[in-house]
């Protein structure tokens, strides 16, 4: 890697030409609050934050620090949990919180226009309101911005029937590292004229440019769905029955785990849940069945529940009605939070083939035995995605530092062994990088970094990332 500039005031002059003052942060103080998202406790502040308002300076930008060799990390949300937004070797942070419009909401084809720092969830209720639906839901989904969907092939509860961001887009403008803009794609269904350059840009990190704006399809609004709540004494037993549920023909829109330690910690971080959980409860499955008829809805929950019985399932809570859903899938997307606020963690992103789930889950807690951690389990169990929390607890810095790594590439060696990979939705960026040998041979890793090079000759985008 050729030794990167460091920021100077000739370079300050120069984004303040490009910018104005008023989108250019150098104070420490400033740069400090650029230099975080959700990643454990991790800070590396950039030498200076930029907050572009459209592809002409996001261009401008990228020319100058591709000719003046500096390092640019893009900027999103910062909700990220692979510090894919931490700037490892400082110098530009580029921010995309100010591009945030929606630039055009076509009715007529059902896709939409976007700029990359827009809130999901603010798309989302923009395509309500017409009656459509944009099915992409992370639990996050109220704080992250369509960019770092992007960048991360972001997924959610509802990628099981859905799909992930990627399979909801159809175009994307790009800036490339040294300035160019193109657009990847075509804003059409089909399109099969040479590589797939957008599916590539998709997940890429933020390593082989900055997205600027995404075309991205809709969807008829789905007006109705019902969740189940379903409780099992045994963790293992409650993994078993996903598999079975879709063996069964029925495709939940939504099929989520959460084991026990992290049903009693989020009840503690949220006493206002009038929940209640059994002494013999060790996890829960919440199943969500959606559709435009009700009847239809019913009768396939009746059909989830005859296959829950064979796996020793309690009484499944049935909610049908607003107030029920929003209390239960407010406590899933905040346990994320609770295990944050309890404790010092690592959270790894690991996914399997679904019948595999069960294996996988009681694999980590061996490993976890053996190493002498605590794990807190829950994720996407219709998609085999399983967040695996380890807490610090009364780990010591040298068992944190030293000895967790180990049993962390064991979770990921039996992740793969199982036929597996690394991260269904997180990334990999900053802290699972040392863990692609796992997934990849070292022929696959030179593809993946000589087609990085392609795009980036300098290695200016997001360095320290992937794999380097």
């Known amino acids: 890697m050729i030794p990167f500039t460091k920021i100077t005031q000739t370079h300050l002059n120069h984004f303040f030409e490009i910018l104005g003052k008023e989108n250019t942060f150098f104070d420490q103080a400033q740069l400090n609050e650029f230099g975080h998202d959700e990643t454990e406790d991790l800070v590396f502040p950039p030498e200076v934050a930029l907050?572009?308002?459209?592809?002409?300076?996001?261009?401008?930008?990228?020319?100058?620090?591709?000719?003046?060799?500096?390092?640019?990390?893009?900027?999103?949300?910062?909700?990220?949990?692979?510090?894919?937004?931490?700037?490892?070797?400082?110098?530009?942070?580029?921010?995309?919180?100010?591009?945030?419009?929606?630039?055009?909401?076509?009715?007529?084809?059902?896709?939409?226009?976007?700029?990359?720092?827009?809130?999901?969830?603010?798309?989302?209720?923009?395509?309500?309101?017409k009656g459509l639906f944009y099915p992409p839901d992370p639990s996050s989904k109220g704080s992250c911005s369509i960019g770092g969907n992007l960048a991360e092939n972001a997924g959610g509860p509802r990628a099981v029937k859905y799909g992930v961001t990627k399979d909801w887009v159809l175009n994307l403008e790009v800036v490339l590292p040294n300035g160019e803009v193109i657009?990847?794609?075509?804003?059409?269904?089909?399109?099969?004229?040479?590589?797939?350059?957008?599916?590539?840009?998709?997940?890429?990190?933020?390593?082989?440019?900055?997205?600027?704006?995404?075309?991205?399809?809709?969807?008829?609004?789905?007006?109705?769905?019902?969740?189940?709540?379903?409780?099992?004494?045994?963790?293992?037993?409650?993994?078993?029955?996903?598999?079975?549920?879709?063996?069964?023909?029925?495709?939940?829109?939504?099929?989520?785990?959460?084991?026990?330690?992290?049903?009693?910690?989020?009840?503690?971080?949220?006493?206002?849940?009038?929940?209640?959980?059994?002494?013999?409860?060790?996890a829960h499955l919440l199943i969500e069945i959606d559709g435009t008829n009700m009847d239809l809805i019913y009768q396939e929950c009746e059909k989830v529940a005859e296959v829950l019985?064979?796996?020793?399932?309690?009484?499944?809570?049935?909610?049908?009605?607003?107030?029920?859903?929003?209390?239960?899938?407010?406590?899933?997307?905040?346990?994320g939070e609770a295990v944050k606020a309890n404790s010092v963690y690592k959270e790894e992103d690991t996914v399997v083939p679904r019948y595999e789930l069960p294996t996988l889950l009681d694999g980590v807690k061996k490993i976890g035995k053996s190493y002498g951690f605590k794990s807190v389990c829950y994720g996407h169990a219709g998609d085999g995605n399983l967040h695996i929390n380890i807490i610090k607890g009364n780990l010591t810095e040298q068992q944190w530092n030293e000895e967790l790594p180990k049993a962390i590439r064991e979770i990921f060696q039996l992740t793969v062994s199982l036929g597996g990979t690394l991260s269904g939705e997180h990334g990999i960026g900053f802290v699972q990088k040392d863990y692609m040998d796992i997934a990849f041979s070292n022929t696959e890793l030179d593809l993946l970094k000589n087609i990085q090079h392609v795009f980036d000759s300098k290695g200016i985008m997001n360095p320290g990332k992937l794999f380097r």
């Open 51 to 129: 907050t572009p308002r459209n592809t002409q300076q996001v261009s401008q930008v990228m020319k100058y620090c591709f000719e003046e060799n500096i390092p640019v990390t893009p900027i999103g949300s910062q909700t990220g949990l692979s510090g894919g937004a931490l700037s490892v070797y400082g110098g530009v942070g580029l921010s995309t919180k100010k591009m945030n419009a929606i630039l055009e909401l076509d009715e007529k084809n059902l896709q939409l226009i976007v700029e990359p720092g827009l809130i999901t969830e603010e798309l989302q209720n923009a395509a309500i309101a």
């Open 183 to 282: 657009w990847t794609g075509a804003n059409t269904l089909k399109n099969s004229t040479g590589y797939n350059l957008t599916q590539l840009m998709v997940g890429s990190e933020g390593t082989l440019g900055i997205i600027t704006k995404a075309v991205l399809k809709l969807i008829p609004f789905v007006p109705n769905n019902v969740s189940m709540l379903a409780p099992f004494t045994s963790a293992t037993k409650a993994c078993e029955a996903v598999s079975a549920i879709f063996r069964a023909g029925i495709t939940p829109s939504a099929l989520e785990f959460m084991e026990r330690d992290a049903l009693d910690w989020i009840m503690k971080f949220d006493t206002s849940s009038a929940i209640k959980i059994e002494d013999t409860t060790q």
């Open 309 to 335: 019985e064979e796996f020793d399932c309690g009484e499944i809570l049935l909610a049908d009605n607003k107030a029920q859903k929003d209390e239960i899938w407010r406590l899933r997307r905040r346990i």
